[in-house]
């Protein structure tokens, strides 16, 4: 006898498999967010806020954050996410406590890119005094591709982050 499974049922599974594996994919670009930042002086100046996307594969990406705020005080991070549903999560390996565990989430809404860090630990040490990533966003429509100059320094930087792993 022959066992015919529903067609509703395959899509459902394909839909959702395909939602999942996309996100590093659909993610893939450069993401921008140009503001007026200042000094205590009362000096202004424009800053930028970066956000690297570089798919790895359909369940990794490289992503880089470069963040700036008042005063001069920066945030920078560099690490491999993997894809969990519809986010990309980082979560550091070998802490020994998991209050001090650096969890670094990317989401997308409709329109911005917003980064979540769990218990503010990856801030720490990667932060300036006035810097955090948690609740940062980007627009969506700042998104740009990489040149092909940006992807080869990136995937450089990426096979240096795998090295120091080892």
Avoid: K
Avoid at 44 to 65: G, K, M, P, Y
């Amino acid at each position: 006898m022959r066992r015919s499974i529903p067609l509703g049922l395959i899509l459902a599974l394909c839909a959702c498999a395909a939602a999942a594996t996309n996100v590093a994919a659909q993610w893939d670009g450069r993401y921008e967010d140009r503001f007026e930042n200042g000094l205590v002086s009362g000096e202004t100046f424009e800053s930028t806020n970066v956000l690297d996307v570089l798919r790895i594969d359909d369940q990794s990406a490289l992503v880089e954050i470069g963040l700036e705020f008042y005063n001069g005080h920066e945030c920078s991070f560099s690490e491999v996410f993997h894809v969990e549903g519809e986010a990309l999560v980082y979560r550091e390996q070998g802490t020994s406590d998991p209050a001090e565990q650096c969890t670094m989430t990317i989401t997308r809404t409709s329109d911005a890119m917003v980064l979540h860090d769990e218990n503010y630990g990856c801030a720490h040490g990667t932060c300036g005094a006035r810097g955090g990533y948690d609740g940062i966003s980007l627009p969506v429509a700042s998104r740009r591709a990489f040149s092909e100059a940006e992807r080869s320094i990136m995937q450089q930087q990426m096979e240096s982050l795998s090295h120091n792993e080892r």
